[in-house]
């Protein structure tokens, strides 16, 4: 059965050695008082090389926020898949809405992100959510079903290693979350989709994280609907106390 997971996004916050204090300090906190579902932390790509030795891996999985859409070579300033994978990393955020709106990342070049990402032993964690006017145009469904294309030209095997996250863009950094039924019922949506498309058992087994101001005081219910395998967390990552405080939503 499919797994419930919590993953932070650190984005582009904390320098190399405050991601190390705040890496240490949620190994020490989860070791401790280990999680009832699995952990990620997705850092930027300079801190993981320092973070993944740090964390006891049983507990505490690493990821990239990113991706190269080329194995390698003349790209100045990109970071491949093979580079994360060799650092430790187990996962790479794609297609996350800041990705797609600021840095023009289109379906074809998720596409081939995500298949780099899988050659590479990467999990990918795949980011879909419309906008407030598509949500205002009840074109929601639509628009996850368009996104989904990067991940559906995947062979059954491949798509079952990749978590998806439907994060609605108008509920991140805003402060507004989505209901506990509008969650609930676009990830019962994207399931169906993923029935549809790949058969009822690889629905079931994948995983649909939300993400968009989940924090501690909003985890529970979010989490508490069937078909919310979890979440994807920004801002209540980059402190250990809010990140365990989602985690014990489990
Ligand atoms: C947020 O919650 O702000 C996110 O974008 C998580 O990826």
Redesign the pocket.
Known sequence: MRKNIVAG?WKMNKNLQEGIALAKELNEVLTADKPNCDVIICTPFIHLASVTPIVDKNIIGVGAENCADKASGAYTGEVSAEMVASTGAQYVILG?SERRAYYHETVEILEEKVKLALANNLKPIFCIGEVLEEREANKQNEVVEAQLASVFSLSAEDFSKVILAY?PVWA??TGKTATPEQAQEIHAHIRSLVAAKYGQEVADNTSILY????KPSNAKELFANPDVDGG????AALKAADFKGIIDAF
């Open positions: 996004n996350h994060e991140i950094g993400g968009g101001s989940c994807l967390i920004g801002g």
